[in-house]
Each structure stands twice: as structure tokens, then as C-alpha cells.
T-cell receptor, first 109, second 114 residues
Framework: GQSLEQPSEVTAVEGAIVQINCTYQ??????LSWYQQHDGGAPTFLSY????GLEETGRFSSFLSRSDSYGYLLLQELQMKDSASYFC??????????FGAGTRLFVKA | DVKVTQSSRYLVKRTGEKVFLECVQD?????MFWYRQDPGLGLRLIYF???????EKGDIPEGYSVSREKKERFSLILESASTNQTSMYLC???FGQGINSPLHFGNGTRLTVT
């Protein structure tokens, strides 16, 4: 089977740094993606890591360790608009993508 | 920008009704998907299609069927709606056969079955 585990909620203060972790169990691993979803909105793609290491895109970075079956999303200089749900996801053979249950991020002033 | 449009934002249907959820994408994407989203369960794949008239079961296909007669349109059908199908339904599309091709989602249809 395939599964992804991520915390259900994280709270942080505006301007801080927050890390959202994801551990996965898959039969065959091709990479780890992250999606953001604001309340009432559509999930939107943030990043994809196929290889170990850190990928940076502005205030957001994503990290992968294939040997540990682990990745994280790092959000820096948190803003109120970053309050959203964040999903890790893995391709699962062919065209399927499997999602974690999501982490709800609350950013406080 | 890719646009994925779902025909209804909110739907209320009665138990036993046949329900059609429609999705259209405007970027000529080969692949289209239907997910349902429930609190604490994330997004679960119902069905997907990688070409016109092709369909594949996802992880929770029971009680659903799909239709893809044209490349841009992918319909989800609930043959006989039940209360446990009350959920948010998300349509998505993606390009090509790349394993990391990102999904582009619509805004969702919140279906309530009473």
C-alpha cells in the first residue's frame, strides 16, 4: 500500500519560519510534491522534488531525503496569506497522484 | 493560465437521484481526474482518464462512473446518490505523461445528498 503522514495542524507567528513534515510509504518512489489550498479554493501546485536536497522558490523551500522516506515544506517570512492547508503528494504509477491528509497552517499576528 | 471549470459550486440532491458533475479544461491536457475531499482524509482519487474514451479506476470508484467523450470534458456520474457521497468533489487535469506533471484543479463542487 501507499501512505503519506503529515501533521494535521501547525500554528506559527507572522514573520516566523515553519516546517511542515511528510513521511511516506510507497511501492516505487518517483518524487514528492506539495500543494497549497486556501479555504474555499482549489489546490495549487507548489513544488516537486525528485532528488535529495533542498529546492528553493522564493519564500518556500521543499526538501527530500529518499533514504529516510521523508520530506518537508519550509515557509519563511510567514505572512497571514500563508494560512492554508498544505498537502504532500506522490505520483503512484502511471498517472495517479496520492495525497496526504493535509496540514492546516494557522498564521497568527 | 490553465483553467479547470466545474459546472456547479454547490449541489443538493436527494438519495437515489442520478447526479452528473461536469468538468471542462481549456489547455488541451491529456489527463483528467476526479477526487473527493473529506476532512481528515485529504484528497482521494475516484477515477481518471488519460485519453478520450479511456478511463481508469482510482482508489474509491464504488458508486461512481465517468465519461470522457471529448478531450476537454470529464464527467463524474453518481448512478444513485447516497448520503455517504456528500463531499467536496475536485476535478483536475495534467499535461502529458511526465510522472511529475503537476495537477491543475478546479474550485470544486460541494455536493450534499439528503
Amino acid at each position: 500500500g501507499q501512505s503519506l503522514e503529515q501533521p494535521s495542524e501547525v500554528t506559527a507567528v507572522e514573520g516566523a519560519i515553519v516546517q511542515i513534515n511528510c513521511t511516506y510509504q510507497t511501492s516505487g518512489f518517483y518524487g514528492l510534491s506539495w500543494y497549497q489550498q486556501h479555504d474555499g479554493g482549489a489546490p495549487t501546485f507548489l513544488s516537486y522534488n525528485a532528488l535529495d536536497g533542498l529546492e528553493e522558490t522564493g519564500r518556500f523551500s521543499s526538501f527530500l531525503s529518499r533514504s529516510d522516506s521523508y520530506g518537508y515544506l519550509l515557509l519563511q517570512e510567514l505572512q497571514m496569506k500563508d494560512s492554508a492547508s498544505y498537502f504532500c503528494a506522490v505520483p503512484s504509477g502511471g498517472f495517479k497522484t496520492i495525497f496526504g491528509a493535509g496540514t492546516r497552517l494557522f498564521v497568527k499576528a | 493560465d490553465v483553467k479547470v471549470t466545474q459546472s456547479s459550486r454547490y449541489l443538493v440532491k436527494r438519495t437515489g437521484e442520478k447526479v452528473f458533475l461536469e468538468c471542462v479544461q481549456d489547455m488541451d491536457h491529456e489527463n483528467m481526474f476526479w477526487y473527493r475531499q473529506d476532512p481528515g482524509l485529504g484528497l482521494r482519487l475516484i477515477y481518471f482518464s488519460y485519453d478520450v474514451k479511456m478511463k481508469e479506476k482510482g482508489d474509491i470508484p464504488e458508486g461512481y462512473s465517468v465519461s470522457r467523450e471529448k478531450k476537454e470534458r470529464f464527467s463524474l456520474i453518481l448512478e444513485s446518490a447516497s448520503t455517504n457521497q456528500t463531499s467536496m468533489y475536485l476535478c483536475a487535469s495534467s499535461f502529458g505523461q511526465g510522472i511529475n506533471s503537476p495537477l491543475h484543479f478546479g474550485n470544486g463542487t460541494r455536493l450534499t445528498v439528503t
